[in-house]
């Protein structure tokens, strides 16, 4: 009796454990796919009511495949992109560009612009690592396109009607040096800005002078008609952070270069070493001022984080600074070269922003949170505690700001201290866009303020003197952007 009870038992067990599969399966079903024993919406009800917890799992476990099955394929064809892209590159000698799209986008304040897109045959910056795609610069009716890679194109330009002509290698002499060779690899090593100046070109980048410690040098060449460009190193810090410490982050490294009053000015990030900002025997977390005949380094502000946008603007100096999480700053610098003490703009001991929720996670794991709350606890005002307030800052949202530009009375003639800077952040919660701001003339308040949401990731901008253009650097296509005040 007991044995057949048992082979009873057994038998409900196998038929139960049947019938959960046929709930449970979208297809499968023990008396054939197309039977009506269990009617579908008694299925569903079974799935949903009775049975959640095993077709959650069983639905969690098909998403993690397919997903694995996706990123699988991203990464190879991420690779192909690469492999192509290197082999293309060199070859690529007087490519046309081709206007492949044309906006109009009404700002937030209803001013309408006109958004234009050139296509140039470059990666986009997600493929390549975050490593940056391009920046820009113009010379006389030539718009310079400067690649993070170490790659330099020009292209005619007309100050009045939106045309770029040509995507025209120039020759240099980059990558012969042994070390800038990994430029070439996705990653964040690159070159980080180009400027003209006295008819040179200049260029920052960054280098591992030894092994995993880092840090910016200068290079100049001359223009050479815009042929090829034989590069000279004239400058290194000299000082390198170390990749070993926690938290180091090159991306974080700054990098933007202006001229002051025979000064070449250079934005140094913190490479996520806060403990840099605040010291003044390091050159880390700092704007720079390198006199320009014996290469003496000055630091004329420190507390930094990030400054990824640099201007001048007669004796008054504007930057654009990332925060941690929310937080981005624009600040005023005055009277650089006139100062008791150096300037102090509180990074990282104010901050609007907050630690990343991974950045507290890894020092509560490492037990280092009270470390990272001592050195940076991120005080909300930056006077009351001795530091500098930004003209604007932006919370608690994240703007990644880039580069800032003056506008000028051709592209705008109602300008007066009006002032455009891109940002890097573009996702589905915080769009991509320029933002417009003036200043009263004291350089001390906002009088206006306006956003215009392009939808695209902005590396770099130029507003040409006598021209009715603005230039972008959109890394998300990537693409040439001339934007047109209508």
């Not at 009404?106 to 690592?129: A, C, G, H, R, T």
């Not at 009006?418 to 866009?433: P, Q, S, T």
Request: charged letters at 25%.
């Amino acid at each position: 009796m007991k044995k057949y009870l048992i082979i009873l038992f057994t038998l409900i067990l196998l038929i139960l454990s049947l019938g959960v599969i046929d709930i449970l399966s979208p297809s499968f079903s023990i008396l054939g796919r197309d039977s009506k024993i269990i009617p579908h919406n008694v299925k569903n009800f079974l799935k949903e009511k009775v049975f959640f917890i095993p077709a959650k799992l069983q639905k969690a476990d098909f998403l993690e495949i397919k997903l694995k099955i996706k990123e699988d394929m991203y990464l190879d064809a991420k690779e192909s992109n690469i492999f192509i892209y290197n082999n293309l590159i060199e070859l690529i000698d007087d490519q046309k560009l081709i206007l492949f799209d044309k906006r109009q986008i009404k700002s937030k304040q209803n001013i309408d612009y006109e958004l234009s897109l050139f296509k140039i045959p470059l990666l986009e910056y997600y493929v390549f690592e975050d490593k940056p795609i391009a920046y820009l610069e113009t010379y006389n009716n030539n718009l310079i396109t400067a690649t993070g890679d170490g790659f330099f194109f020009r292209s005619t330009i007309d100050n009045n009607k939106i045309d770029i002509k040509n995507f025209k290698k120039i020759k240099s002499n980059i990558h012969s040096f042994k070390e800038y060779s990994d430029i070439r690899k996705p990653g964040w090593l690159s070159i980080k800005d180009i400027k003209f100046y006295d008819n040179d070109i200049f260029l920052s980048i960054t280098e591992e002078v030894k092994k995993n410690c880092f840090n910016l040098s200068i290079l100049r060449s001359d223009i050479n008609d815009l042929k090829e460009f034989e590069f000279k190193k004239i400058y290194n810090m000299e000082q390198c952070t170390s990749s070993d410490v926690n938290e180091f982050l090159g991306w974080q490294s700054g990098g933007r270069i202006e001229f002051y009053k025979d000064h070449i000015l250079l934005t140094v990030g913190d490479f996520r070493n806060r403990s840099h900002p605040q010291n003044d025997k390091s050159l880390f977390g700092k704007l720079l001022a390198i006199n320009l005949e014996t290469n003496e380094t000055l630091i004329i502000s420190k507390g930094h984080r990030n400054q990824q946008g640099l201007l001048v603007d007669g004796n008054i100096i504007v930057s654009t600074e990332h925060g941690p999480a929310g937080g981005d700053e624009i600040n005023i610098h005055r009277n650089v070269f006139n100062q008791m003490k150096i300037p102090n703009y509180g990074w990282p001991e104010a901050s609007y922003g907050v630690h990343y929720q991974k950045v507290l996670n890894l020092n509560n794991e490492n037990g280092t949170y009270e470390d990272l709350i001592k050195i940076a606890p991120l005080k909300k005002s930056h006077k009351e505690n001795g530091f500098i307030e930004p003209i604007k800052y932006f919370a608690p949202g994240s703007v990644a700001a880039s580069e800032i530009e003056k506008s000028n009375k051709v592209f705008d003639k109602n300008f007066t201290n009006d002032f455009y800077f891109g940002v890097l952040r573009n996702n589905l919660k915080y769009r991509g866009r320029l933002y417009h701001f003036k200043f009263d003339n004291k350089f001390e308040k906002v009088i206006f303020e306006d956003e215009i949401i392009l939808k695209e990731r902005i590396r770099d901008i130029v507003i040409p003197k006598n021209s009715e253009n603005m230039y972008l650097l959109l890394e998300s296509i990537p693409a040439i952007g001339v934007v047109k005040l209508l």
